[in-house]
Structure formats: structure tokens, C-alpha cells
């Protein structure tokens, strides 16, 4: 029964937290760019520290699983290059909208929704960060393309696309920590305990902090968004399509993927949960700087991590049962 589905357990936890941070903010308790501070503390030092402390303990092999990536990253990519066609479509010449649409529609929360809900539904398994952690690193590349995207759209850069591109991934943190920790299973090399408890000590504190500042961020959002009018037909069909990418269309294309590459068991299990993610708070920050669909993106947001609890819960039990 859906109502018994163990993921329900990690995912109201998951929304628990993001709830205690959407009425810190709506309730004023904390000063207004808390949520601010957190991300920039997740995304600098504590979720670097766990892709670190994660990598490192996970033996190579299962890092590089290569039919995996694949399966995911081409089920991405199918799914961006399906919505952004679609977008051009319909908003000739508007590679900017086309970038942030299909961006929302493949950017799921591996990374802050990801790791917790995998932990609390495969405990123990060091599979599930290492699962988690490579979902999130391909989540990474495409929103370095479309930060690219924006940048050349509104004339921002001169340079060369791949080199902007390459230069965005090797400043990334969760990049460096990622390659630091991958360079520690390789080489087969034991951090100190010492070391290795504080690295993962701050970890752990990545995900609690992310979704208090998620719950933060979307309380922003909402606020915002009640003050500005748009056609609700458009804005309501908008955001269906959006959803129905990210939560139906991308898993459904991650299982048939990740099948052919002959990902069984609980690697399945785990690439298509990452893959039914709701899209992760990051797009709409980057849609507010730019000036691109920044509404829309909230409430995608919003209503996708709300749709999830009925989708996910689905997902996971006609996989259980094939």
C-alpha cells in the first residue's frame, strides 16, 4: 500500500525540515539572509566535505559505475533536449528561456534531498552516497551549460563556451571535493581518524542546513510571487509541463536507461529516485539573477516538492514490484 511505502518515513522528514525553515523566515526569527548564509556554507564547506568523506570511503569500482553515468546522464540529457526544443518552439530565439526551463525540468535535489532521503531509505550502504554524490556531480555539469547559456544570451562572455564551461567546473567546490575524495579511493589512501571525523562531522551537517535554507528560500519565493500577476492559464500549463518532465518523464526515461545499461538491485532503485527528485532550489536562484522565468521556477519548486510525496512513494513501489 502507498500509505505504508517506506520512503514516506525519510521524505516527510525531508519536508519536516524544510517546513521549520519556511516559518523561520515567514515568522522573522532569524535575520532575513539566514537562508543566504546557510547555502553559501553547504555549498562551500559542508556538502564538499561529505562528497569528500563519501567518495573516499566507497572502493573505486563502485564509483565508476559506468553504466550508471550513463544511464543517467543520457536520460538527462533527453530530457533537457526534449524541453528545450519544445521551449524554442514556442519562445522562438529565447535560448535563455529554453536553458532555464529545461534546467527545472533535470536539476533534481540530488545533492540536499538526495543524500538524506537515500541514507534514511538504503542505511548503512555506502552505495547510496556514492549513488547520490555521482547524480549530483552530472546535476553540476548542466547547470554550469546553462549558467553558460544565460551568460552568452545577455552578452556576458567573451571567452569560449567550453573553456567558461571547464573553468565553472574546476572552481566548483563540490567539483574539487568530489575529486579529492574520488583521488583517496583510487590511490586506496586512509584519512586520519582525527581528519576523518571532522570532514565528516561537517558533512553531516549539510543536509539539516540545506533543506532549513530550501524551506527559507521558498518562503521568499512565495512572498514574492504573491505580488506579481501573470496569466494563470499559461502559468498553471507552464508548470504542469515542467512537473511532468521532472517527475514522470525523466525516472520513466532514467528506468528504461539504466536497464539497458544492466544497473539492477539497489543501484536501480537509487538511480531512479534521484532521477524522480523534485527540482532543486539552486535553478531558481539562478533564474532570480538573471532575470529569467524566476517565478515559474519557484513555484515548480514548490509544487513539485508537494507533488512528490504522491509520486514518489508510486515510483517506489512499481519498482519494488518489477
Known amino acids: ?77 533527453l530530457t533537457y533536449l526534449l524541453v528545450a526544443v519544445l521551449s524554442l518552439l514556442t519562445n522562438k530565439n529565447r535560448s535563455d528561456i529554453a536553458a532555464v526551463r529545461a534546467l527545472n525540468t533535470t536539476f533534481g535535489n540530488t545533492a540536499f534531498i538526495g543524500i538524506p532521503l537515500l541514507s534514511m531509505m538504503f542505511p548503512g550502504q555506502q552505495s547510496a552516497f556514492a549513488a547520490a554524490a555521482i547524480a549530483s556531480l552530472l546535476s553540476v555539469v548542466v547547470f554550469a551549460i546553462v549558467l553558460v547559456t544565460l551568460e552568452l544570451y545577455q552578452g556576458g562572455k567573451k571567452q569560449s563556451p567550453l573553456l567558461t564551461i571547464a573553468q565553472s567546473l574546476l572552481q566548483n567546490p563540490i567539483v574539487i571535493g568530489s575529486g579529492i ?6 590511490l586506496q589512501i586512509q584519512m586520519f ?25 521558498l518562503a521568499k519565493a512565495r512572498a514574492t510571487n504573491q505580488h506579481q500577476h501573470t496569466n494563470k492559464i499559461n502559468q498553471l500549463m507552464e508548470l504542469s509541463w515542467i512537473n511532468l518532465c521532472k517527475l514522470i518523464i525523466q ?23 534521484l532521477a524522480s527528485l523534485p527540482t532543486a532550489a539552486s535553478v531558481y536562484l539562478l533564474a532570480q539573477r538573471y532575470q529569467v522565468k524566476a517565478q515559474i521556477s519557484a513555484m515548480a519548486i514548490v509544487l513539485g516538492t508537494l507533488f512528490s510525496i504522491l509520486t514518489l512513494p508510486i515510483i517506489e513501489t512499481l519498482l519494488k514490484a518489477h
Open 1 to 77: 500500500m502507498l500509505l505504508m511505502s517506506p520512503i514516506l518515513t525519510p521524505l516527510f522528514s525531508v519536508l519536516g525540515i524544510m517546513l521549520l525553515g519556511s516559518l523561520t523566515q515567514r515568522l522573522r526569527v532569524l535575520p532575513s539572509d539566514t537562508d543566504q548564509v546557510l547555502n553559501q556554507y553547504v555549498y562551500y564547506i559542508a556538502f564538499p566535505a561529505i562528497m569528500l568523506f563519501a567518495l573516499a570511503q566507497t572502493p573505486i569500482e563502485e564509483i565508476l559505475q559506468w553504466g550508471f553515468i550513463a544511464g543517467y546522464s543520457i536520460a538527462m540529457l
Open 181 to 186: 575524495g574520488v583521488l583517496l579511493s583510487a
Open 193 to 217: 581518524d582525527a581528519i576523518s571525523m571532522m570532514v565528516k562531522q561537517i558533512g553531516m551537517s549539510s543536509s539539516p542546513c540545506a533543506l532549513f535554507a530550501i524551506g527559507m528560500v
Open 251 to 273: 525516472p520513466f526515461l532514467a528506468y528504461i536507461l539504466l536497464s539497458a545499461f544492466s544497473i539492477k538491485g539497489d543501484y536501480l532503485i537509487m538511480g531512479v529516485i
